[in-house]
């Protein structure tokens, strides 16, 4: 059970919880079935689910919309009677309980033309000003790489306190076992 629980005596069978601080966690201790890339972009997939509708198409703005004062997804609206200036996207908290959040709503045709118009803007951005944008790219490159390696840092720092666990374990387990190299 990696600690997590004692009991105080061996007439007593009631299991008292440890403090978190004695719990031995062995994390990778299998062979994994599939890579840690694959687990995490399996992970991302699934935060924005995309589903086709009834008309057998995924909207587009599906999983990336959310509703700016309670940051809950905003959801498509769309029936077989309304024309395409018509389907619209819309708060879920809303769409649940009306009394938790306003109303917040966008038509798909509204929020295509406004994106259109801020990508417009980039675009024309970067033709002006090649070379700004050129620095500003390098320096975001460096940024993940420094970024990349806190996280390696960091992941160091979690195999140390893995070994030192396993020491601890092998330190008590070398404690509670008996010698196997003296005769009984």
Same mark, same amino acid.
Request: aromatic letters at 10%; proline letters at 1%; a positive charge.
């Given at each position: 059970?990696?600690?997590?629980?004692?009991?105080?005596?061996?007439?007593?069978?009631?299991?008292?919880d440890?403090?978190? /601080?004695?719990?031995?966690i062995f994390e990778n201790t299998h062979e994994p079935i599939i890579t840690q890339q694959e687990f995490d972009l399996m992970q991302e997939l699934r935060k924005n689910k995309r589903r086709p509708t009834k008309h057998e198409e995924v909207n587009q703005f599906s999983g =990336?919309?959310?509703? @700016?004062?309670?940051?809950?997804?905003?959801?498509?609206?769309?029936?077989?009677?309304?024309? @395409?200036?018509?389907?619209?996207?819309?708060?879920?908290?809303?769409?649940?309980?009306?009394?938790?959040?306003? =109303?917040h709503f =966008?038509?798909?045709?509204?929020?295509?033309? =406004?994106?259109?118009?801020?990508?417009n803007k980039i675009v024309s951005f970067v033709k002006e000003n090649e070379d700004k944008f050129v620095q500003v790219a390098m320096d975001n490159s460096a940024q993940k790489q420094s970024s990349e390696l806190a996280k390696s840092r960091k992941k160091?720092?979690?195999?140390?306190?893995?070994? @030192? /666990?396993l020491n601890r374990l092998f330190t008590r387990l070398s404690l509670i076992l008996p010698n196997r190299s003296q005769p009984m």
């Open positions: 059970m990696n600690f997590r629980t004692h009991v105080k005596s061996y007439k007593n069978k009631k299991r008292v440890n403090p978190k /601080d004695d719990w031995l =990336i919309c959310y509703c @700016a004062d309670c940051g809950k997804k905003l959801y498509l609206c769309r029936a077989t009677t309304m024309t @395409a200036d018509q389907e619209h996207l819309k708060c879920g908290t809303y769409a649940k309980d009306k009394n938790c959040c306003t =109303i =966008i038509r798909t045709f509204v929020l295509k033309e =406004i994106i259109l118009g801020e990508l160091l720092k979690e195999y140390e306190k893995r070994t @030192a /666990d």
